[in-house]
């Protein structure tokens, strides 16, 4: 049976370079991806930590966070498909829509 912390140190490499991601690139899609990275880290704890409890609740949260996950590519596809129209560049700094 493989340890509990082996999970845990998995789930934190795949969160920290989903971090990374959204920190340092300047594509949407590439941030769009790195937040699905850091979804699927919560998911690796939820499922590691239920089979570790002997509880479902873990693991009926992952469903809930992908259902989430789904909507938000849907939502932030045509996010990236309207400002790619607008502006013909999917890098993040060339939009300063929110910006003060």
């Known amino acids: 049976m493989i340890p509990l912390s082996y999970y845990i ?3 934190a490499i ?7 991601g959204v920190l340092i690139r300047r594509n949407i899609i590439i941030i769009l991806l790195s ?3 850091m979804l699927n880290a919560t ?5 590691a930590f ?3 409890l002997d509880n479902v609740a ?3 949260f992952v469903f809930f966070t992908l259902t ?3 909507a938000e590519v849907a939502v932030g596809l045509a996010i990236i ?3 790619y129209r607008a502006k013909t560049s999917i890098n993040v700094d060339d939009f300063s829509l929110l910006r003060w």
């Open 9 to 11: 140190v998995l789930s």
């Open 50 to 52: 239920s089979h570790y």
């Open 58 to 60: 873990g693991q009926v």
């Open 43 to 47: 998911n690796i704890n939820f499922v």
């Open 68 to 70: 989430v996950a789904a």
């Open 81 to 83: 498909i309207a400002l």
């Open 35 to 37: 937040v699905e990275l």
């Open 14 to 20: 795949v969160f920290v370079t989903g971090l990374v």
